[in-house]
Nanobody
Framework: QVQLVESGGGLVQPGGSLRLSCAAS????????MSWYRQVQGKVRELVAR????????NYADSVKGRFTISRDNAKNTVYLQMNSLQPEDTAVYLC?????????WGQGTQVTVSS
């Protein structure tokens, strides 16, 4: 069955870095665009970054441009989110998403907390 398993979240001080990973299985990973979203309780889920199936194109939310980098390794069926210069407002549950035409899959999320 389809699985998206995020890892790499945790507690980090302001200005610190984290690298999130999302391991995919159960579908043809290299055919799907992959995204990272984040969710704060009581707020709308926000698209953080997206990468195309080939990895040639990426786009980012304005709030993370220049700080976050999305990448993928199609040989390992994994997408990454490198997060630098983290700020308290980046605190959220980060979720991995796979999309292709009408297909859409979600992971369970990993908590990122930025606090001193």
């Amino acid at each position: 069955q389809v699985q998206l398993v995020e890892s790499g979240g945790g507690l980090v001080q302001p200005g610190g870095s984290l690298r999130l990973s999302c391991a995919a299985s159960g579908f043809t990973f290299s055919s799907y665009g992959m995204s990272w979203y984040r969710q704060v309780q009581g707020k709308v889920r926000e698209l953080v970054a997206r990468i195309t199936s080939t990895g040639r194109s990426t786009n980012y939310a304005d709030s993370v441009k220049g700080r976050f980098t999305i990448s993928r390794d199609n040989a390992k069926n994994t997408v990454y989110l490198q997060m630098n210069s983290l700020q308290p407002e980046d605190t959220a549950v980060y979720l991995c998403n796979a999309d292709r035409q009408s297909m859409n899959y979600w992971g369970q999320g990993t908590q990122v907390t930025v606090s001193s």
